[in-house]
């Protein structure tokens, strides 16, 4: 895996992380990879904002994951900054072959040089093979999550 490049997503990045997010049962029912406007919009605020890190995962020229992570200062937990994974995909003929821990590595790396003393994630409870995923890479499920769609 020494030719993977894990890197700050551009604008050039987007139609294919959007098909990676539309690329499994849920995206499906909930992403749109036909318009990619509001993909545009979005990933010109996550740019703005210091604390969002969208980044690709490439090898040979060719985007094969990504995730989103943010960081985010609070006052529980004696002040305790957390980070935040989102989004996390890796395309459909790479996965099993350690791109995802390769990546959330990154992220627990990169969560630690920002100063962050929790990283957390969330995976939809139907996604049993990620939770056991998760679990292997040493988080615990340690929450109930609750959503609200507005």
């Given at each position: 895996?020494?030719?993977?490049?894990?890197?700050?997503?551009?604008?050039?990045?987007?139609?294919?992380?959007?098909?990676?997010?539309?690329?499994?049962?849920?995206?499906?029912?909930?992403?749109?990879?036909?318009?990619?406007?509001?993909?545009?919009?979005?990933?010109?605020?996550?740019?703005?904002?210091?604390?969002?890190?969208?980044?690709?995962?490439?090898?040979?020229?060719?985007?094969?994951?990504?995730?989103?992570?943010?960081?985010?200062?609070?006052?529980s937990r004696r002040g305790?900054?957390?980070?935040?994974?989102?989004?996390?995909?890796?395309?459909?003929?790479?996965r099993g072959g350690g791109?995802?821990?390769?990546?959330?590595?990154?992220?627990?790396?990169?969560?630690?040089?920002?100063d962050c003393q929790l990283?957390?994630?969330?995976?939809?409870?139907?996604?049993?093979?990620?939770?056991?995923?998760?679990?292997?890479?040493?988080?615990?499920?340690?929450?109930?999550?609750?959503?609200?769609?507005?």
């Amino acid at each position: 895996m020494n030719d993977l490049q894990i890197r700050p997503a551009s604008p050039a990045d987007i139609p294919a992380i959007v098909a990676m997010l539309a690329d499994d049962p849920l995206g499906a029912r909930r992403e749109s990879p036909d318009d990619l406007t509001p993909y545009t919009a979005a990933f010109d605020r996550l740019a703005e904002d210091p604390n969002q890190h969208l980044v690709a995962a490439e090898r040979e020229g060719r985007i094969v994951g990504t995730l989103q992570l943010t960081v985010i200062p609070g006052l529980s937990r004696r002040g305790a900054t957390r980070a935040v994974i989102e989004g996390v995909r890796i395309h459909a003929d790479e996965r099993g072959g350690g791109l995802g821990g390769r990546l959330i590595e990154w992220a627990v790396d990169e969560s630690r040089r920002r100063d962050c003393q929790l990283v957390q994630l969330t995976s939809d409870v139907s996604r049993t093979d990620a939770h056991r995923f998760y679990e292997r890479l040493g988080f615990e499920a340690s929450h109930v999550g609750f959503k609200r769609t507005l």
